[in-house]
């Protein structure tokens, strides 16, 4: 089984992606869950740039790492210093990291125009911070910078790049796809050639601005490449890195080679989704292998077709990712569908029961008031369980209210909301302030609640949606709400319909509770039940 | 230039996606988006599957269309039936358009395993087909599902799939790579093979579910396909089908082929972004070419050296797709893109005026708080209208007050609002009630003003879409909100931002009516104006 290694710069190359920014307490937790999935390499700060990397490396320091090396990263030394003067390198051995990675330019248009120095003191540059580094017992990773567009403009000299890289003694010499452009195609000519002309490990390092970043690392690796840069979910500067999460299974499941340790494929998923949250962004539902939809069936044939055999139209199975497949509930789906989510909660219902003909007059029922269950998993599961009599309430509401002003006390609207709850016979009565009539009550309802299921404070909406159903009818028509709630580990999602959003809302975020509070149990007792 | 048929599925593969749902309306908007655009094919649905697209084909015959030809998929006859007597094969007919696409199986395990019949019998449900469809006068495309896989698992079958439907009379025939676990080197092999053994014209359809369904696609055309099928923004099942905004700009930007007339590239990021917003989908802003942040940059050392010269950290020209390039520190303004939009109102403005700088800081300020202009005609013409000092408020606001309640003594949630205007010195003050908040401030604001204004009677709204722009903060986000009215006549949109949905609402309906108030001026008063 061929090795590569799998080098991540989600906290490096990750944090130029807009909107994204790290703490020091972000970057640990993902640094573990970086190394807990067996990645070989993080890259996780340019200290040189940045004060804040600074102080992640002291605090890295006290984390004990299972399988990954940290680097930390910098440039080749600025241009006519001596590279023991130069602060950025300076400060690569400040961060204190068995691996150092440093970029150098390889594209000859950049040494004149954008650094502006000679191409000869560039291959100096390179030279001397790579023997440097090394005298200090680093293991070096030289990012040729560029490298693409450096050999088709000028090829000699970037490949006299890599050559010095070598000769100075970098471990391995990544040729990166800076600016994002490059086909699938070139990208094997250009690293056939490199692997023929330079002996030591090859890497690749892909961004996305052509839509190809997967595939021009994947290209590469088939060419030759052993080691492989992205960031784990794909972000970064412009349109992102090339995704490892994607990577990853592309190259060990289908092709064979060995990303991380096989027993930890099961964790890519959850891996994802962690990081996501740390990030503070929405995972995309379509995201190849760990996204809420990729392993997700809508049409009524192919739903068939994946019932019948999972290969049918299923290129691998979700379960080897961490994932799961889910049939959505739309107009096309039929009984089949329906069974077999009825199954995953009660595996003894058949076809032919009962209470199985009730659940699906009970879905069309709820489907013709313009419910729809193909978003929301969670209000399905609930719908099932009251058909079965394996759910009671949670709590019982006695009234809320709520009031929107302008001009306020504030001179801009202000929204508040009242709320009455009544949980085993005790009454809990309280109010908040929102952003709006339906944050209020969510806050509200939550503030309330807490009383009685502390566990809801992990609880928070990710994703809050509105759709009108009847448009004819504008503001007076029927909308249907779907919330997307998680509480850091699962993501769920419920609906809600009605003429009015503060009731649809509420109908969301009732069954989100609900759903929350039946999982927390379905896990504590599960030996049990 | 060699020339390739783009063919977009939004509407019918990309209505698989998860919580994608056209309405009739909406499937119209996105035609005339795409052959604006100047896209070949538009596959408009499957009338056979769908009752819903038969409607929408009969609706579709009233619109004129400049570049683009509609198609009607469908599938092959079922097994053991008379090809007229299939009830899908015969609303393809129905649905009347020039163009048919029907799949029919080429993976040999698909044919006796999931569909259940002989590989002889197959093998004639698509002769039939075809001859069928040809007879009728139709352009027919072969959708060759599951081509890849079943190449794969016997080759000499999938071939003769190929082969008959060749014989029978087939236009185009597009291998798919259905789901979408291909890599760019099979697909450039089984592309290569195939050419050699076919003659007619050969499409590539291509999936998402390793990250490479762009790749594969180009790697197709690269190896002689000629039409290529996609999804404009790429949504469709599980991670979605390839990308035609990123595949469009990359052959023809990148390759000299020509995809849409060369005219229109500029057009491209608006038609991903208006698909978006009619999709009610948020456009990933990391998307290649059309994406807000695909020519964003942050790094320091990257806005150095874009501003030294673009090509140095960008592959193309932002303004060559109608994109246009961030720099996230020290924003450097779009100018002619919003200039262009002013002199549509006030053509006398050059980009020299002082209004022109007053207006791009206006709209930045607003779109850093989250206003969106693409989809709010109305919202923008009176933001350069006030700039223009074309503008005088009809009204002015008060107070008003919404109360929402639950139980109330109707026994479900009752909501009102009261509002007191005042036009010219006079006051009206009145109170309505509601489906919900917003709709009883609509009625109440409505009831106010119709008594100076009774030509708002004719208003209604017929599009109220919520977004949640920071999707983290859930309930307590900011919402953008956007309202499409009519008077029968017209059609225009308003945008509302805010964290509060009843303000930014507001906000949205104010301009609405207002926006009304001035057309109907502008209208009856043109001669003096």
Known sequence: ??????????????????????????????????????????????????????????????????????????????RNIKVEEDSNVQSLLVADTPVVVIFGKTWDFHVTDI???????????????????????????????HFFDGYKNNQAYALKTLETAQKAGADCIVLCETNGGAFPDEVIEIMSDVKEKISCEIGIHTHN??????????????????HVQGTFIGFGERCGNANLSTII???????????????????????????????????????????????????????????????????????????????????????????????RIAPHITKDDAVTGQIIARIKELEHKGYQFEGADGTFELLVRKAL????????????????????????????????????GKVEMTAAEGEGPVNALDKALRKALEVFYPELKTVHLTDYKVRVLDTKSATAAKVRVLIESTDGEDYWSTVGVS???????????????????IKDIEKRFKAYL
């Open 249 to 343: 299974p592309n190259l060990q499941l289908k092709r064979g080679y060995q990303c991380i340790p096989e027993e930890n494929m099961v964790k890519l998923t959850l891996a994802a989704r962690r990081i996501a949250e740390i990030a503070n962004i929405s995972l995309g539902e379509h995201m190849p292998y760990v996204g809420k939809s990729a392993f997700t069936h809508k049409a009524g044939m192919h739903i068939d077709g994946v019932t019948k055999a999972p290969i049918s139209f299923e290129h691998v199975v979700p379960d080897s990712v961490g994932n799961e497949r889910r049939f959505l509930m739309s107009e096309v789906a039929g009984r089949s569908t329906i069974l077999e989510k009825v199954q």
């Open 389 to 424: 009599g394996k759910y009671r309430p949670f709590f019982d509401l006695e009234e809320f209210k709520t009031i929107g002003e302008e001009p306020s006390h504030s001179k801009e609207i202000s929204s508040s909301a009242i709320i009455k709850v009544r949980v085993d």
């Open 1 to 78: 089984m061929k090795k590569i290694a799998i080098f991540d710069s989600t906290l490096r190359d990750g944090a130029q992606a807009e909107s994204i920014s790290f703490s020091v307490a972000d970057k640990l937790k993902i640094v573990s869950t970086l190394d807990e999935l067996g990645v070989g390499y993080i890259e996780a700060g340019n200290p040189g740039s940045n004060p804040k990397d600074l102080e992640f490396f002291t605090e890295v320091k006290k984390v004990t790492l299972k399988n990954a090396k940290l680097a930390a990263f910098g440039s080749t030394r600025r």
């Open 499 to 517: 003429t009015d959003i503060i009731e649809a809302s509420w109908i969301a975020l009732v069954d989100s509770i609900e759903y929350k509070l």
């Open 115 to 145: 650094i502006k120095t000679t191409l000869e003191e560039n291959l100096c540059m390179i030279d001397e911070t790579i023997r440097f580094l090394k005298a200090k017992g680093k293991e070096v990773i030289f990012d040729a910078e």
């Open 209 to 226: 601005d052509t839509g190809m970043g997967v595939a021009n690392s994947i290209m590469a690796v088939l060419a030759g490449a052993t």
